[in-house]
């Protein structure tokens, strides 16, 4: 019988330095017993230092490819190297000057899970407005990783055991919104979200929940057109597609647990209507997955909390779930022989 080869690890990115990435990425590894084996792409002493001042059990291990997190992760966190130095930080203070090392820890990472010597990648959380003031062209990560992989519009989800979302537009003003919404837009948002359903959580035939803009669904054109004009012809095209597909369904009844039980994923208007209801149910264990791109990518569902940083509460939930994701996405598509695009 012919032994099947152990995964790669996962790539964590470092993300914002001044944030709390570096604590929860070490709390994580003191929770390691139900994660997958993962190295992180930061600065070991960076990090050595952050576990002595915040008190955290967790010896650093640097190694020098991927390959070696397997023999280390279980005594200590392996640690990549930067390819960018990293000035000195100041925690829950972001700089400009850490901005290279930053970006250069996502591009690391990215050439790891193009190579297969990484079966995914998670990301810690990043500043932002620092990184666009250095140059970054890009609302975040997710426009980013689609950049480095030619892939123009990737898909963003967010998902906790109880729910999955799908936000058609995702870093756009509220008064921008209905201006913005296409009826192509949630046509490929909601294809990109059927077809990781199949994928990469294994559900043969995805059901997808469409909410409305506005309230009462529009109340047959008195509240608002944007459900006829935009997005009932979508779902029309769905369904020609053979999707099975609801909707336009007022965002107000669309969440609770009944309600919840007759889809599979909610594809969402904008930002706050999709994450509002998750982060209700699961404030802390929310994950970030990239849809649409040639490989596995999950981050935390929140911030760099730099307010946090100097105190030591911050919370490693979301980036183990976050971990956890991506180790189960990364092993179904390396079963299917899927692993990368």
């Known amino acids: 019988m012919t032994m099947r ?10 993300g914002e330095p001044a944030g709390v990435g570096g604590e929860i990425s070490l709390k994580a590894w ?10 992180i792409i930061d600065d070991a002493g960076r990090l050595s230092a952050l576990a002595e001042r915040f008190g955290i059990d967790c010896p650093i291990a640097s190694i020098a ?8 992760f279980h ?32 591009n690391q ?56 979302v799908v936000p058609v537009t995702v870093h756009v003003a509220i ?22 359903l199949k994928r990469d959580f294994g559900i043969a035939r995805p059901r997808l929940a469409v909410a409305a803009l506005n ?41 609770h647990d009944a309600a919840r039980r007759g889809y599979d994923a909610a594809i969402c208007m904008y930002h706050d ?3 509002i209801p998750l982060k209700t149910l699961d404030f802390a264990g929310g994950v970030n997955m990239t849809l649409g791109l040639p490989f596995v990518r999950t981050s935390p569902d929140h911030g760099t909390a730099c307010d946090i940083a100097n105190t030591g509460a911050a919370d490693p939930s979301s980036l183990m779930a976050a971990l956890r994701t991506a180790g189960a996405v990364a092993a179904r598509r390396d079963q299917a022989g899927t692993l990368t695009l």
């Not at 209905?178 to 948002?189: C, D």
């Open 30 to 39: 003191t929770r390691r017993d139900n994660l997958p084996t993962f190295f």
């Open 273 to 275: 209507q999709a994450l």
């Open 65 to 72: 490819a991927p390959a070696e997190a397997h023999e280390v």
């Open 215 to 255: 309230p009462h669904a529009g109340e047959k054109g008195k509240m608002g057109g944007e459900e006829g004009s935009i997005i009932a012809p979508a779902i029309a095209q769905l369904r020609e597609d053979g999707l099975d597909v609801s909707g336009p369904a007022p965002a107000d009844t669309l969440f």
């Open 75 to 106: 005594r200590a966190l392996p640690v990549m190297p930067l390819a960018a130095p990293l000035p000195a930080v100041a925690l829950g203070v972001p700089s400009a000057s850490t901005a290279q090392a930053v970006v250069g820890a996502i």
């Open 175 to 196: 008064k921008d919104v209905a201006g913005t919404l296409t009826t192509g837009a949630i046509v490929h948002a909601a294809r990109i979200t059927a077809a990781s």
């Open 109 to 164: 990472a990215v050439d790891y899970v193009k190579a297969g010597t990484a079966s995914g990648m998670v990301t810690n959380p990043i500043q932002k407005a620092i990184l666009q003031n250095t140059g970054f062209a890009f609302p975040g990560h997710t426009e980013y990783l689609g950049h480095l992989a030619g892939i123009p519009d990737p898909v963003m989800m967010l998902l906790i055991e109880e729910l999955k």
């Open 5 to 14: 080869a152990r995964p790669a690890p996962l790539a964590l990115t470092m």
